[in-house]
T-cell receptor, first 116, second 109 residues
Framework: DAGVTQSPTHLIKTRGQQVTLRCSPK?????VSWYQQALGQGPQFIFQ???????QRGNFPDRFSGHQFPNYSSELNVNALLLGDSALYLCASSLGSLSSGANVLTFGAGSRLTVL | GQQVMQIPQYQHVQEGEDFTTYCNSS?????IQWYKQRPGGHPVFLIQ?????EVKKQKRLTFQFGEAKKNSSLHITATQTTDVGTYFCAGRGGNKLVFGAGTILRVKS
C-alpha cells in the first residue's frame, strides 16, 4: 500500500524562478493538502484540494497556486521565488475534505526547497 | 484567526524521566490531533481527541483534551530514546486544522 509520495525530494532554485512540486496521495485518499514547514516551525497550511478544486486556503500569497488531477494527485506551484520561500513543503492526503469532519492527515516525506 | 500554542518549545530529559507537552488554542476546537516528527522525517499521526475531557492512552503515551476543548496535553511516561522527535498538536476549529509550533524532545541515555 503506497503512502504519500512527493517529488522531488530536494531542489535548489534562485530568486525569481518558479518551482513545481508534485504529490501522489495515499491509495484510497481523495484530498490533498499542502503545508510549508520552515526550520523549527510547525507546518503552515497553504491550501487544500478536493474534487479537483481548491477548497480552502491559508495565508499565502497568490504566488502559491496548485492543481489536483482526476487521479487525485496534485501539484504545488510557486512563482517569483523569494529567499523566504526556502522550506520543507509537505503534502498530506486524507479522505474527504477538511469540512467533512475529523479526517486524519497522512504526510509525505516532503520536498526540501532552497532558494538562493 | 485561530492560533495554537505549544509549550515548552524544547525539552531535554534523562531516559526514564517523564515528559509533558501542552497545547492551547485561542478558540474552542471541534477536535485535536497529535503528530510526531522524527528528526529529518515528516509528521506522523498519533491520535485524535474529540470529546470534552477525553483521555486516551497508547502504551506510555497519555493524551488529554480539556473540558473547554481549548487545550490538550501529551504525557510520556518513562521516556525512551525512541521517543526523540518533535511533537505537534493540530487543532481543528471550523474547517481549519492549525498546527502548533511543536515541542522538541531530546532524551539522554
Amino acid at each position: 500500500d503506497a503512502g504519500v509520495t512527493q517529488s522531488p525530494t530536494h531542489l535548489i532554485k534562485t530568486r525569481g524562478q518558479q518551482v513545481t512540486l508534485r504529490c501522489s496521495p495515499k491509495s484510497g485518499h481523495d484530498t490533498v493538502s499542502w503545508y510549508q514547514q520552515a526550520l523549527g516551525q510547525g507546518p503552515q497550511f497553504i491550501f487544500q484540494y478536493y474534487e479537483e478544486e481548491e477548497r480552502q486556503r491559508g495565508n499565502f500569497p497568490d504566488r502559491f497556486s496548485g492543481h489536483q488531477f482526476p487521479n487525485y494527485s496534485s501539484e504545488l506551484n510557486v512563482n517569483a521565488l523569494l529567499l523566504g520561500d526556502s522550506a520543507l513543503y509537505l503534502c498530506a492526503s486524507s479522505l474527504g475534505s477538511l469540512s467533512s469532519g475529523a479526517n486524519v492527515l497522512t504526510f509525505g516525506a516532503g520536498s526540501r526547497l532552497t532558494v538562493l | 484567526g485561530q492560533q495554537v500554542m505549544q509549550i515548552p518549545q524544547y525539552q531535554h530529559v534523562q531516559e526514564g524521566e517523564d515528559f509533558t507537552t501542552y497545547c492551547n488554542s485561542s478558540t474552542t476546537l471541534s477536535n485535536i490531533q497529535w503528530y510526531k516528527q522524527r528528526p529529518g522525517g515528516h509528521p506522523v499521526f498519533l491520535i485524535q481527541l474529540v470529546k470534552s475531557g477525553e483521555v486516551k492512552k497508547q502504551k506510555r503515551l497519555t493524551f488529554q483534551f480539556g473540558e473547554a476543548k481549548k487545550n490538550s496535553s501529551l504525557h510520556i511516561t518513562a521516556t525512551q530514546t525512541t521517543d526523540v522527535g518533535t511533537y505537534f498538536c493540530a487543532g481543528r476549529g471550523g474547517n481549519k486544522l492549525v498546527f502548533g509550533a511543536g515541542t522538541i524532545l531530546r532524551v539522554k541515555s
